[in-house]
T-cell receptor
Framework: AQSVTQLGSHVSVSEGALVLLRCNYSSSVPPYLFWYVQYPNQGLQLLLKYTTGATLVKGINGFEAEFKKSETSFHLTKPSAHMSDAAEYFCAVSNAGKSTFGDGTTLTVKP | KAGVTQTPRYLIKTRGQQVTLSCSPI?????VSWYQQTPGQGLQFLFE???????NKGNFPGRFSGRQFSNSRSEMNVSTLELGDSALYLC?????????????FGSGTQLSVL
């Protein structure tokens, strides 16, 4: 069984501020973890993924995430928010062809 | 390379009708999965097809069904539509069934049931 919990359905930051979106997972096997972003009226696109190896994963658009097994977390960060980062973000865990998504976090960026 | 294509983009149906949604995966991708997205329930996994066989199924009633053709294109059918079926239906493809493979999503079909 696998599940994902995203803490905070809405996060608001000022432009230039740090972005931190939280994700905790549960998986009965070693997890493969993903962050996706969804812009209005579009499908999801991959930001980054963790499979094995280095626990700090760098993705597109300046985002990165750190896999912490002891905390069962995979939080997404970006040092400096941009207006174009406003979107909905989904954390997902994958196993045997099935991906389980969190409920999503809507990121608002204030000028 | 063309992305995942879903048709139609928008659909309006009435209760009791049935609907068929179509998904064309990225060329060469053999796995297609379907998700229902609603504001209240988020992204819910419907099913996954690989090589024309359903490999995984989510917790949806039998009114929801699908199939995959030899060219990997997939269709999803919902019969006896209910108001609660109003949602964005997303299709995603990947080259294989590897656990670490990322999903490529289409823009979805927005279904409204009146």
């Amino acid at each position: 069984a696998q599940s994902v919990t995203q803490l905070g359905s809405h996060v608001s930051v000022s432009e230039g501020a740090l972005v931190l979106l939280r994700c905790n997972y549960s998986s009965s096997v070693p997890p493969y973890l993903f962050w996706y972003v969804q812009y209005p009226n579009q499908g999801l696109q991959l930001l980054l993924k963790y499979t094995t190896g280095a626990t700090l994963v760098k993705g597109i658009n300046g985002f990165e995430a750190e896999f912490k097994k002891s905390e069962t977390s995979f939080h997404l960060t970006k040092p400096s928010a941009h207006m174009s980062d406003a979107a909905e973000y989904f954390c997902a865990v994958s196993n045997a062809g099935k991906s389980t998504f969190g409920d999503g976090t809507t990121l608002t960026v204030k000028p | 390379k063309a992305g995942v294509t879903q048709t139609p983009r928008y659909l309006i149906k009435t209760r009791g009708q049935q609907v068929t949604l179509s998904c064309s995966p990225i060329s060469g991708h053999r796995s297609v999965s379907w998700y229902q997205q609603t504001p209240g329930q988020g992204l819910q996994f419907l099913f996954e097809y690989f090589s024309e066989t359903q490999r995984n199924k989510g917790n949806f009633p039998g009114r929801f069904s699908g199939r995959q053709f030899s060219n990997s294109r997939s269709e999803m059918n919902v019969s006896t539509l209910e108001l609660g079926d109003s949602a964005l239906y997303l299709c995603a493809s990947s080259p294989g069934r590897g656990t670490n493979e990322k999903l490529f999503f289409g823009s979805g079909t927005q279904l409204s049931v009146l």
